[in-house]
């Protein structure tokens, strides 16, 4: 009988579908666990296979490799190093007598596939696997066995609730390990840690979780792998957002009950700074794992531009983010001629390039050749949106040539109300998800720290001139404050309340129903905007979608 066992939780940074490089991942995870004297190597939640993986679960082809490349790293286990417990996608028999696809664990130990157990509960909350990747579910699982120890294995959704683990614990498991994907949204890693410790008090026993990190489309997952020991005492945590070899040492007592020494505990961060550290690593990710060189920015000398050229900045150091100035005519002399200044400064600030585009010759012979269409008509509206196309096909065509990827500057609410710039050419949008008030917290927040992980500067980076100007919405439609508008628009779309909540809390009727109808006729536009990092609690399942043409546009 083992009266110690040292299980290294190896927090890794996956890219969905790319499965040699997820395997050499595993690999230094390993050579560098037994270098510190582990027993025992716990990965989590689609560790091999990567996440979220959409329609690609469903190709034989990529199953087959899968497999393939599961047994390849069985076979390296026959070194006598420690054994490894990976999670991956898996087509196989759950014990119904139909093969599914399930969210799965595989022992790797003694040069063999030592067992298998499958996710047996389904996740609605999110605390362990993403959305889209929709898995058969598996029976109720019994421990495994590694150097002796019975190890319950929970799976992705088998944290949430408490069947899975009670099961474990009634078959004999004497220690409990969770393998999770979950995705980064505000307060859902503390959510994370409290589900486990309602394991660990219903079950008496102690557990181990090791979660996922990295971005990945539109998710961020954020990593902070723990250790709870027998009454939820926490023994072990590791960072937020950033990949990490969280080695924990457990014994056995008296009463053959598992303890844990205190081991390496690093808070996680929190509030704004845990969203800054979210937007930072989905960027980053987005670059490196689609093999671009950098990111392109247009700046305007607003806030949206001036964060997104931050965040950039930070996520992957100034010689990797060109900024560009590309300023529309038509603003009067003294409002473009501070736009100019305040785009100088932040590309000042933050050291990257800055590259300066006149679009005046190319919207005069635009505007020249659309002339006759537009006489006798109010073209005002048409002429602004055609330059702002023309604008972001400007850009768009900078980076194709660089090979970079164009960032789009629009925030959630001028997503959600169709009133940011045109969107057409953007590669991604860091802001999707961030409504004006966040930005104007991000901003605030990023002048007075400095991000764990920055590759930028310390110090102010976002111009006080520009924080100043409130992010005041400039729109024809007569829209209230940023402040008010985001509150609107919250409570209209997340909150569930009515026209008549809305105005109780004060807002005019009137801007209650401008509003709703500019979010149902935007509809079109959001579709063909580019994707982000999905960041708050009511998107994280599944963003809003309305139909595109005729809909409901009247609350009252």
């Not at 510190?36 to 082809?61: H, I, K, Q, T």
């Not at 961030?434 to 400095?450: D, F, I, S």
């Amino acid at each position: 009988m083992t009266d110690r066992l040292s299980i290294a939780l190896a927090q890794i940074n996956p890219a969905a579908g790319t499965l040699a490089a997820n395997a050499d991942r595993l690999r230094a995870a390993r050579a560098e666990a037994a270098a510190r004297g582990a027993d025992l190597v716990v990965c989590p939640a689609a560790a091999v296979s990567g996440a979220p993986l959409m329609d690609l679960a469903a190709l034989p082809a990529f199953l087959d490799a899968v497999r393939a490349m599961v047994q390849a790293l069985a076979d390296e286990t026959a070194d006598g190093g420690p054994a490894l417990l990976v999670g991956t996608l898996w087509h196989g028999n759950s014990g119904s007598g139909e093969a599914g696809l399930h969210n799965a664990a595989l022992l790797l130990d003694d040069g063999k596939i030592a067992a298998v157990r499958f996710q047996a509960a389904m996740d609605p909350a999110e605390i362990g696997v993403p959305a889209e990747d929709r898995f058969d579910s598996g029976p109720m699982p019994g421990p495994v066995n590694v150097r002796g120890v019975r190890i319950g294995v929970l799976v992705g959704g088998d944290l949430a609730t408490g069947d899975v683990a009670e099961t474990l614990a009634e078959s004999g498991a004497e220690l409990l390990v969770a393998m999770l994907a979950g995705p980064f949204a505000p307060g859902r890693a503390d959510a994370r840690v409290q589900a486990a410790v309602a394991r660990v008090v219903e079950c008496g026993l102690p557990l181990a979780a090791v979660n996922l990190v990295g971005g990945q489309e539109e998710r961020v997952f954020d990593g902070g792998s723990f250790a709870l020991a027998t009454g939820g005492r926490l023994v072990a945590q590791a960072p937020l957002f950033a990949e990490h070899l969280l080695l924990t040492r457990w014994e056995r007592g008296e009463d053959d009950s598992w303890d844990s020494f205190e081991a390496e505990t690093i808070a996680p961060a929190e509030g704004t700074e845990a969203l800054y550290g979210a937007l930072m690593l989905s960027l980053h990710d987005i670059v490196m794992k689609s093999g671009a060189p950098g990111v392109v920015v247009g700046l305007t000398g607003g806030l949206d531009s001036a964060l997104v050229a931050a965040i950039a900045v930070d996520a992957l150091g100034p010689d990797r983010v060109l900024a560009v100035r590309a300023p529309l005519p038509g603003a009067p002399t003294a409002e473009l001629a501070d736009s100019l200044d305040d785009a100088a400064e932040i590309v000042e600030l933050l050291g990257c390039r800055l590259d300066n585009v006149a679009l005046a010759p190319v919207l005069k012979a635009a505007d020249s050749l659309l002339a006759p269409a537009f006489a006798g008509r109010d073209s005002a509206v048409a002429e602004d949106r055609l330059h702002a196309r023309l604008r972001a096909a400007t850009l768009a065509a900078l980076a194709e040539r660089m090979g970079a990827i164009l960032l789009s500057t629009a925030d959630r609410t001028d997503r959600l109300l169709g009133l940011g710039p045109e969107e057409s050419g953007c590669g991604y949008a860091v802001l999707a998800d961030v409504p004006k008030t966040a930005a104007l917290e991000l901003a605030r927040w990023r002048n007075a720290h400095q991000p764990a992980g920055s590759r930028g500067p310390a110090g102010l980076v976002v111009p006080e001139r520009v924080l100043a100007r409130r992010m005041k919405v400039d729109s024809p439609a007569g829209l209230p404050p940023a402040e008010a508008l985001d509150d609107l628009v919250t409570g209209l779309l997340d909150g569930g309340l009515s026209p008549a909540d809305l105005v109780a809390r004060g807002h005019a009727a009137e801007t209650v129903a401008k509003v709703w109808r500019l979010v149902v006729q935007a509809e079109a536009g959001r579709r063909r905007a580019p994707p982000g990092p999905r960041v708050s609690r009511r998107t994280a399942a599944r963003p809003w979608r309305f139909p595109i043409a005729g809909g409901f546009t009247d609350l009252r």
